[in-house]
């Protein structure tokens, strides 16, 4: 079994930044992708970030610009910076990872999220 922890979300005002943390701990031989997701009240979850275990990058096109993703693997963390943050940016946010647990076994795993809200 893997857990994925997440950290960091709050309140902020429009064009603040906050810093979110995602760490995996249980049963993990390897770490593929890694991700953020978020899901604002009445819509559908949405991609905002993914990073490769070899660090390619993929961002939404309402981020680009502003958040930036990383991760540490001997953490087995991912991270998820956001700056210039704006009210359409509130949201639940996931995190998310594909995990090899053993040899071609794979899964992937969602953390339960936090809340980020952007209000003055």
């Known amino acids: 079994q893997v857990q994925l922890v997440e950290s960091g979300g709050g309140l902020v005002q429009p064009v603040g930044s906050l810093r979110l943390a995602c760490a995996a701990s249980?049963?993990?031989?390897?770490?593929?992708?890694m991700g953020w997701y978020r899901q604002a009240p009445g819509m559908q979850r949405e991609l905002v970030a993914d990073i490769t275990s070899g660090c390619s990058l993929a961002y939404a096109d309402s981020v680009k610009g502003r958040f930036t993703i990383s991760r540490d693997n001997a953490k087995n963390t991912v991270y998820l910076q956001m700056n210039s943050l704006t009210p359409e940016d509130t949201a639940v946010y996931y995190c998310?990872?594909?995990?090899?647990?053993?040899?071609?076994?794979?899964?992937?795993?969602w953390g339960q999220g936090t809340q980020v809200t952007v209000s003055s």
């Open positions: 249980g049963s993990i031989f390897r770490i593929n992708n």
């Open positions: 998310n990872a594909y995990v090899e647990v053993s040899h071609l076994s794979h899964y992937t795993y």
